[in-house]
């Protein structure tokens, strides 16, 4: 079992910077891949960037790459996803997701085998 907790989640402006973390426990050894997903009111849950464990290797939503960056912490099991310029359509609920198979579709949430509570994030114009 992998236990996933994202924090940092707030309401922000505007062009404001604002960093996620999503910390793992138990089995983190399992894990292959790290996944952030947002979901916002009535839309469905979309990728927003993934990471591998153990290379590093870094994928992201062609919308979002070079305003989001994802980063891993190895020795605090925490991931985490620094969002820039974040614009109001940046709102959303976000959640960390951890696969433990080793699937290489990290933009599908169904490959994912844990999920955290989510973070809610809202940004304001």
């Known amino acids: 079992q992998v236990q996933l907790v994202e924090s940092g989640g707030r309401s922000v402006q505007a062009g404001d910077s604002l960093r996620l973390s999503c910390t793992a426990s138990?089995?983190?050894?399992?894990?292959?891949?790290t996944g952030w997903f947002r979901q916002a009111p009535g839309k469905e849950r979309e990728f927003v960037a993934a990471?591998?464990?153990?290379?590093?290797?870094?994928y992201y939503a062609d919308s979002l790459k070079g305003r989001f960056a994802i980063l891993r912490d190895s020795g605090k099991n925490t991931v985490y996803l620094q969002m820039n310029s974040l614009v109001p359509e940046d709102t959303a609920v976000y959640l960390c997701?951890?696969?433990?198979?080793?699937?290489?579709?990290?933009?599908?949430?169904?490959?994912?085998?844990?999920w955290g509570q989510g973070t809610q994030v809202t940004v304001s114009s």
């Open positions: 997701a951890a696969d433990v198979d080793g699937s290489h579709a990290y933009y599908a949430g169904g490959i994912y085998d844990y």
């Open positions: 138990g089995r983190t050894f399992s894990i292959y891949t």
């Open positions: 990471i591998s464990w153990s290379a590093g290797n870094t």
